[in-house]
């Protein structure tokens, strides 16, 4: 049977709510491309793990391709569809199943919300640190494919980290299921592996359990003006001998980034009346009397501008004041209303290169009249940068020169292109640059030996 030829009416049906063609058109690929219709065979919503088996099972007998859609906040395009490729949402596989306060582990289905399992896991006192700026659209199934990373990395790690148990459903419609909720299990090959960070090429995630630690009562931010990148690096030795484990963020904008996340169209303010070419923003959590900690990083940081680490700070205590300034990193939508056709990007170099590396892109972009601005930030603490350039046309040759100029530099910092984000559709021609040829051929034997007929998600990471 040639791919996608089979008439997919009447197995819809079997489905309650599922969508047809033309209904599709009401739905999108993308939470920022609500304007754009879906285009598909038809979208399917399984409630339950057998029911995501089945649909695979159909699938795979009748060589019908599959694109998964999870909470559509994807930045490599790794929810794009093409017009006879049906879609298997899981936004109704949202259910919190199992919390263990003995075990201090969770077990949810791949379209819950990761705002709401936070939530959910602070009613019994403990904390899933995972933290990102979408949080409250991502979805588990989602969080766990890509192996997401976010604010918290530096001193929590990826999502790999607070995996513990996993469920899914392999192209060909059978199960793997290991919802285990031990930590510690080297019996053989941790199949789990072959799921989290895959993009959804090698299976479809239908529940996790995830790790939990108690809950840190007290948090305080504080944000730092800085005059060097050297200086920055020095900062974060520091924070992190004076404060240790509590330091849980550390987060960079420079200068020009800053100033449009609080100029004059912004809901957003500068605590300070002006600031260095650096921005930190840091995190301290943990679980010790409020007042001595906030005393705590008082001193810390009246000693760094002794010793010239920074040149001003702001400790941040009102819990609601916090999550306001927090949002001057996370928000990117006003990025991007300042950056027209703007172009993401979310690469990992190490620290110490980090400056030198934008020096070299940035001399480059600025040849290119075509190109508006660049803003860069990011996770700085663990490498992971993120620019988001504007450009003054949406060409497809424009964007590809962009995209050579950062990604062919990778190489020679022994970065990557990736840093949390994943490869999808829209930067598979550049995952030369970071990952050798052995390695991509590796990839391509794996997913041709548990998908042979590349029915699910493909096109995702390689052709």
Not at 163 to 172: I, K, M, Q, S
Not at 197 to 204: A, P
Not at 322 to 338: A, G, H, M, P, Y
Request: overall charge negative.
């Amino acid at each position: 049977m040639n791919k996608n030829s089979v008439d997919i009416t009447n197995f819809l049906k079997k489905f309650p709510n599922s969508l047809n063609s033309e209904e599709s058109k009401s739905r999108f690929d993308h939470i920022w491309r609500t304007d754009h219709e879906l285009l598909c065979k038809g979208v399917i919503f399984p409630k339950k793990t057998e029911e995501v088996s089945e649909i695979l099972k159909f699938c795979y007998e009748n060589n019908q391709e599959v694109v998964v859609h999870g909470g559509l906040t994807n930045l490599v395009g790794g929810t794009k569809v093409n017009p006879d490729q049906l879609v298997i949402s899981l936004e109704k596989m949202d259910k919190i199943h199992d919390i263990d306060n003995e075990t201090r582990t969770i077990c949810v289905e791949a379209g819950a919300i990761l705002e709401n399992v936070i939530d959910e896991v602070e009613k019994f006192n403990l904390f899933l640190p995972l933290n990102f700026g979408a949080k409250g659209s991502a979805q588990a199934g989602g969080i766990v494919s890509t192996n997401a990373g976010g604010l918290r990395v530096f001193r929590y790690g990826m999502t790999r980290n607070w995996v513990v148990g996993l469920e899914a459903v392999f192209p060909d419609g059978s199960i793997y299921s290991n919802l285990k909720t031990i930590i510690k299990d080297n019996a053989g090959i941790d199949l789990k592996h072959l799921f989290i960070g895959s993009e959804g090429v090698l299976g479809v995630v239908t529940k996790i359990v995830f790790r939990l630690v108690e809950m840190k009562n007290t948090r305080l931010t504080a944000i730092l003006s800085i005059n060097s990148y050297e200086n920055v690096l020095k900062s974060l030795r520091f924070l992190d001998k004076n404060i240790g484990d509590s330091l849980t963020g550390f987060e960079l904008m420079w200068k020009n980034t800053f100033d449009v996340m609080v100029g004059d169209d912004s809901p957003y303010k500068s605590p300070f009346n002006s600031v260095s070419k650096y921005v930190v923003f840091i995190e301290v959590l943990n679980n010790e009397n409020y007042d001595s900690e906030y005393n705590r990083v008082l001193d810390v940081l009246v000693e760094m501008l002794n010793i010239n680490f920074i040149d001003d700070s702001v400790i941040i205590d009102s819990q609601t004041e916090q999550s306001n300034f927090w949002k001057i990193r996370e928000d990117v939508s006003i990025l991007e209303t300042k950056a027209p056709y703007n172009q993401h990007f979310d690469i990992s170099i190490p620290q110490s290169k980090v400056q030198i590396f934008l020096d070299e892109i940035l001399s480059d972009l600025e040849k290119n009249r075509e190109i508006i601005n660049v803003f860069p930030f990011g996770h700085i603490a663990d490498g992971n940068i993120h620019l988001i350039i504007g450009k003054a046309t949406d060409s497809l040759e424009l964007t590809d020169k962009i995209n050579t100029i950062v990604y062919g530099s990778l190489s020679s910092f022994n970065g990557s292109i990736s840093g949390e984000h994943g490869v999808g559709v829209d930067k598979k021609h550049y995952l030369h640059y970071t990952r050798n040829s052995n390695e991509i051929e590796l990839m391509k034997n794996i997913k041709s030996l548990i998908d042979k007929k590349n029915i699910l998600n493909p096109s995702r990471i390689f052709n």
